[in-house]
């Protein structure tokens, strides 16, 4: 038996129907119920995080007790605070660094790798991509060790190559900066070497065998080739290293803590310092939103000039 | 039959259903426990630290705590870092339950408790339970009371009254020539760049750990504090730039040209490690606990070849001791056990018996003075100082014991300070350049 459910007076189909309310889709809970999970867990930790740090940035907060408002205040102490812009410009040269030496070094390492009849290519893969499964903490550990001073490794291969081997690698300002320098570029070449792997493995074999027909040279090859070929997957790499880097933070707390005189505090550092060890959370919220906004401008500015998202004709 | 379609959810009933989850939400999170104080009774007490050394101590004296009061406690041990259980203590405390009932700060943490009210709100004021004990006012020392209390007010007691004494190689300085004879620190410089000249040994050490701020201050506030100086007075004002700081930081300066001062990366690792099994570093000032965490654990085999002696002064003034490091344990207010939390602390760690056990059981000093005449522990001999009975010199190191009065502000202090240090280390600034400086930075970031 088959039952066939019959609209009683007054209720018509959205075919043909004439009325306003005839037009009316049928509506239930179950779409709604089915997109629930994730407007409720993107409200819940997106939304209501965010919209909490700005209030918060508003207010001076000592962690327990009410806020108290403050308005703006928060922002002119940060627009005056030394510490604060020495934070910026730190994180800028780890930025630069991040973007200007990592990522070519990475393509250069990829390139490499991709040579033809490289033997033990997995080897050498798996060889530089170890570092970023390395415990950060096992990191400073060993790096602590090689760039103490006194009794340091690096120091000690200084002295034995050229007879000097003075360098105070994490006591120095302008040292202390190298040195995370060379941490960042140690931890993290590897693994973006393995997007560059990637992205040159699909590069089509033709084009290269139509350069080369048509005679042009390995660096030749490299620019009019390789270079428009990745350029997907550069954009991807610069736009991550980029707030990867803008957000660094484990190297510098672990290996220098941000110093000395604060010439290795990023501004993650700045806000972890004002919030957990100076119990500043109003202050920590405004540095924390200022560097939000520095690093979503910046980066829909890297996307648009990358052509991020794109289609290609 | 016709089975009507579900109606769509109404702007008004979604805004409804959202406003009574949140009000759910709201409710379970502020549903804190009964804080109806018990009294007697079987009691669990929740503790909170960072050391196993202390978690062992109460343990033990539970027994004792029991039969001393009405309760019979169960002790639920967490252990954590020393700055995440501040970081803990105020999230559960914002959250309104989970929070311990007897909490161990370390020392270095504690003034993010003096911020704002936090201390008023969240611990239990001691100032009337001390009063409340015969004698137990006068009795404990006021150098170890200071770092853990805010306007007059007691929140937590210390773990030990760690003074700063010179660490020494017994074997060395005879082999060396050096006398027990040299009793400033003039006197022990001039000898020093001598033996640094002829042996590369040097006889005091500066830590210029970048990534531990705490440490490289430490090298320099032993010896400001010794030379009557200081960081903040009673009231958290700063003190720093004094003459006798610069007089200090001059002497390590030129301590380091000369040899006699060594800096080392940090006084507990590899570095340190090295400098002492190589003889490097035959002589430095710290804190009586550095036998039991930086010489123990590096140079066992040095075992019998060191001793300690007090510091030695300074000639323009000041005393021959400071106090370095400490953990206060306190009491969360406020709660349903806080009177049975701040009874177990009173029975185990500050009774003379618990305090004589602690020194056997962990190594750190009493911090009542009446206990220093314990013949327990005055026939206590340190093996690794080669038999040496130290309750005796640490018995006329007492007077000097300076108090360390802390301020909410004191880790900025910390952070421009060691930087400046670091500077004046390396030539970059003088001592006075880097003093002044100090207080310029601190005055610019503290009270933001």
Redesign the interface.
Known sequence: MTTTATAPPGITHEHGGTGSTAHRPRKSWAPYLFISPFYLLYVLFMLVPVGVSLWLSLTEWVGLGTPRWVGLRNYRLLATDISFHRALGNTAVFVLVAVCVVVPLALFIAQALNTRGLRVRDLWRTAYFVPIVVSPILVALVFGLIFDRQFGLANAVLRALFGTGGVDWLGDPGWARVSIALVMLWRWTGYLTVFFLAGLQNVPRELYEAAALDGAGRLRTFTTVTLPALKPVTAFVVVTSFIGAAQIFEEPYLLTGGGPAESTLSVTMFIYRAAFQRQQFGYAAAAAVVLFVLVFGLSRLFNRLLGIGRATS | ???P?????TRRALLRGALGLGTAAALSACGGGSTTPRTSGDVSLSLWTHDPGYEEFFVKGVPEADRATDFRYHLKVTRSGP?DIV?KL?AQ??AGRGTPDLVGFEIGSFP?ML????SE??LHDFTPDIEAVPGLKDDLLPARTAPFSKDGRVYAFDSDTPMVVYFHRHDLFDRYGLTDSMTTWEEFAEAGARVYRDHRASLCVVS??????GQ?VQSFQMLLYQRGGAFFDADGNLLLDSPEAEEVLRFLCDGLRGGFV????DYY???MQ??LKQGRVIGLPMAIWYKNYGLVPNVPEQKGKWRVRALPRFAAGGGVTAALGGTGFGVVEDKANTRAATEFLFKTWLTHDGQVRRFTETGYLPTRRSVYDDPRLGAYEDEFCGGQRLFGLYRSLLPDVPAFHQS??Q??LY?VL???L??AY?GALSPRQALRQTAA?FR??AG?
């Open positions: 039959m016709y089975i379609p579900p109606s769509p959810p700055p970081t105020l405390a914002v993010r911020r704002g009210d936090i709100r969240l210029t750990v970048g990534s531990d701020p490289v060594i800096d080392v990366s690792g590899a570095a090295t400098a909410p502000d880790s900025i952070d060691a930087g400046n670091l500077r390396r930075d610019d970031q933001r």
